[in-house]
């Protein structure tokens, strides 16, 4: 028996490990990161780039489990063991960049750092006993997908929920018959759906598990979490309520994977792999191509053309420059089908502002519904909930992809927040504008920090849509507490342009309460259009002439409160 995972249980937001991997980078710490020193430096240095919370860390765990997670993957050379047959030489520095960990640093699109991800986990190898009690390796990520793929076979879905892949998938390998396996996972799927209490039922089968293991039945849903958040990294799955399935669009491409059942017949070899980030279908031509000509057809039955006219195919470099582009055409028109979607997931979206509100990171909706905001994430959360908040008042004028600046996965959920030098989110409709931009900073670090960037993007898309269309441009800043510097900041609401022109601005300072309590009124009492929007900014910006900043932001409370009553009444 067998009980594996990928990654690491600590650091469980894969796409994180690039920024700690950026910082690391520009620093003196490559190859300097053991011991207390080593460790300590690490953490401060994630510390410093706002990549993790120091808190109190006395023994500076945080410095060593990053390490160890991006040595795990191949983004760093790892420690070779001494009982090893091989030399640190022969693979690379200890705790320096990779060529795999240059490849994810470099990346600056979610495909492009998700293929740095495919390469690492497909280099993942796993030392087991077979039934002769031999010892061989296995990949789990080309387990896993074997086992959709047999699953699929079997009930026509390629998914596996949350208890399946803890109890029946990171509990096997290659050595077992899939066959098996799959049909195991479908049994207990049975078994569940009869069950009258799915969580009594769950709790159970952890617990029968945890003993016929030896251990706590909590691991088991450690390590199914930290897997799923990993395999989804790759690209290659996606959510589906709570497990994982196939990404349609990636299933030909999941085939060959899983098809690839060797495995590094060297020590030397493994590391190597691990290091460079292993070889993939479509670094071959003909798996490349095979590929290609799925895409199209898929393409096709979206009732989406596509000309490949005489761009050349005559290497696995020119087919993925295709390849991508027909995969962001795929993306982008189910980014667009998302958003219309919203509208009918106010409830949702409600709830997550709730939560981010009251600094809390989960919600249990039913039985197998539980919202969650990964602790590390709440700010990207922030902007992803607003932008999802904006999409459900539809009637948007730009793409919900031109809408974002920050970067999204497969599922639609956030990987990181927008980049500096812009805001967060630029909603257009069709008479106006409206610049959003959101933060969790509190006390007079918020004003140092938004006073002077949320003006200037305003200020900057006020003379950018003036120029193209004579749009007027609102501003909406939204944080959990408004401090009175920055109230102050946007009641004054100037900024001057190079040439001392000065600029008048509409921005109006909003708590993410009071913007949840007017959000859910919109969609209680069917008053759901952007007007609305506007017409409650421009009722809060009559009174800040009048006012001082906290005088200005009780007015803003008051209105927030008079105008979810007046709709109320309606």
């Known amino acids: 028996m067998t009980l594996w995972y990928?990654?690491?249980?600590?650091?469980?937001?894969?796409?994180?490990?690039?920024?700690?991997?950026?910082?690391?980078?520009?620093?003196?710490?490559?190859?300097?990161?053991?011991?207390?020193?080593?460790?300590?430096?690490?953490?401060?240095?994630?510390?410093?780039?706002?990549?993790?919370?120091?808190?109190?860390?006395?023994?500076?765990?945080?410095?060593?489990?990053?390490?160890?997670?991006?040595?795990?993957?191949?983004?760093?050379?790892?420690?070779?063991?001494?009982?090893?047959?091989?030399?640190?030489?022969?693979?690379?520095?200890?705790?320096?960049?990779?060529p795999n960990g240059w490849r994810l640093i470099r990346s600056e699109t979610v495909p492009a750092m998700q293929e740095c991800f495919l390469r690492a986990l497909a280099a993942q190898y796993i030392e087991i006993q077979n039934a002769d009690g031999q010892s061989t390796w296995f990949s789990p990520l080309r387990h896993t997908l074997a086992v959709l793929l047999e699953v699929e076979r079997q009930t026509g879905v390629a998914t596996v929920s949350f208890i399946e892949m803890a109890l029946h998938v990171q509990t096997t390998s290659s050595a077992d018959n899939i066959v098996t396996v799959a049909e195991r996972i479908i049994a207990l799927r049975n078994e569940r759906n009869a069950a009258e209490s799915k969580r009594r039922f769950d709790s159970a089968k952890y617990e029968e598990a945890g003993i016929a293991f030896g251990l706590k039945a909590s691991t088991f849903r450690d390590y199914a979490d930290a897997n799923?958040?990993?395999?989804?990294?790759?690209?290659?799955?996606?959510?589906?309520?709570?497990?994982?399935?196939?990404?349609?669009?990636?299933?030909?491409?999941?085939?060959?994977?899983?098809?690839?059942?060797?495995?590094?017949?060297?020590?030397?070899?493994?590391?190597?792999?691990?290091?460079?980030?292993?070889?993939?279908?479509?670094?071959?031509?003909?798996?490349?191509?095979?590929?290609?000509?799925?895409?199209?057809?898929?393409?096709?039955?979206?009732?989406?053309?596509?000309v490949l006219g005489d761009r050349p195919v005559d290497t696995p470099a020119d087919i993925a420059i295709i390849r991508h582009e027909i995969e962001d055409i795929i993306f982008k028109q189910k980014e667009e089908i998302y958003a219309s979607e919203q509208a009918g997931q106010w409830e949702e979206i409600a709830t997550y502002i709730d939560l981010i509100a009251s600094r809390r990171d989960r919600r249990r909706i039913d039985e197998d519904t539980e919202i969650v905001?990964?602790?590390?994430?709440?700010?990207?959360?922030?902007?992803?909930?607003?932008w999802r908040a904006f999409l459900a008042i539809d009637?948007?004028?730009?793409?919900?992809?031109?809408?974002?600046?920050?970067?999204?996965?497969?599922?639609?959920?956030?990987?990181?927040?927008?980049?500096?030098?812009?805001?967060?989110?630029?909603?257009?409709?069709?008479?106006?504008?409206?610049?959003?931009?959101?933060?969790?900073?509190?006390?007079?670090?918020?004003?140092?920090?938004?006073?002077?960037?949320?003006?200037?993007?305003?200020?900057?898309?006020?003379?950018?849509?003036?120029?193209?269309?004579?749009?007027?441009?609102?501003?909406?800043?939204?944080?959990?507490?408004?401090?009175?510097?920055?109230a102050e900041t946007f009641r004054i609401g100037v900024w001057y342009s190079r040439s001392d022109e000065k600029i008048h601005l509409h921005i109006i300072p909003i708590t993410?309460?009071?913007?949840?309590?007017?959000?859910?009124?919109?969609?209680?009492?069917?008053?759901?259009?952007?007007?609305?929007?506007?017409?409650?900014?421009?009722?809060?910006?009559?009174?800040?002439?009048?006012?001082?900043?906290?005088?200005?932001k009780t007015m803003i409370s008051q209105t927030v409160e008079r105008t979810v009553s007046a709709m109320v009444v309606q």
């Not at 290659?236 to 999941?254: D, S, T, W």
Request: charged letters at 25%.
């Open 373 to 386: 905001i990964p602790r590390s994430e709440a700010p990207a959360y922030l902007e992803w909930t607003l």
């Open 6 to 98: 990928i990654g690491n249980t600590s650091v469980r937001s894969a796409f994180r490990l690039r920024d700690g991997l950026v910082a690391l980078s520009t620093s003196y710490l490559q190859g300097n990161m053991r011991g207390q020193d080593g460790d300590r430096a690490f953490r401060e240095l994630l510390g410093q780039h706002g990549i993790v919370s120091l808190g109190t860390d006395e023994t500076n765990s945080v410095g060593r489990k990053w390490r160890s997670a991006l040595g795990k993957l191949g983004f760093l050379y790892p420690e070779i063991p001494h009982s090893a047959t091989i030399r640190q030489e022969d693979v690379g520095a200890m705790d320096t960049i990779t």
């Open 228 to 306: 799923f958040r990993y395999l989804k990294a790759t690209g290659l799955v996606q959510n589906r309520g709570r497990g994982i399935a196939l990404v349609p669009e990636k299933r030909l491409f999941a085939e060959l994977m899983a098809r690839d059942t060797s495995a590094p017949a060297t020590e030397l070899e493994r590391y190597t792999t691990l290091c460079n980030g292993a070889v993939l279908p479509t670094d071959t031509q003909d798996a490349a191509l095979d590929v290609l000509h799925d895409l199209l057809a898929q393409l096709s039955q979206m009732g989406i053309s596509f």
């Open 395 to 486: 009637s948007l004028e730009n793409k919900p992809y031109e809408a974002r600046r920050f970067r999204i996965d497969q599922d639609f959920l956030p990987v990181g927040t927008a980049p500096g030098n812009g805001p967060d989110l630029i909603m257009e409709f069709r008479d106006f504008v409206i610049v959003i931009e959101v933060t969790l900073t509190e006390n007079s670090r918020q004003e140092a920090a938004e006073g002077e960037p949320v003006r200037r993007h305003v200020a900057d898309l006020m003379n950018q849509y003036a120029e193209a269309n004579g749009k007027p441009v609102y501003g909406l800043f939204i944080a959990n507490n408004i401090d009175s510097n920055t």
């Open 512 to 552: 993410i309460t009071q913007f949840n309590t007017f959000f859910k009124a919109l969609f209680t009492t069917n008053n759901v259009t952007p007007e609305a929007v506007i017409n409650l900014m421009n009722d809060c910006e009559q009174y800040r002439a009048g006012c001082e900043a906290p005088e200005w």
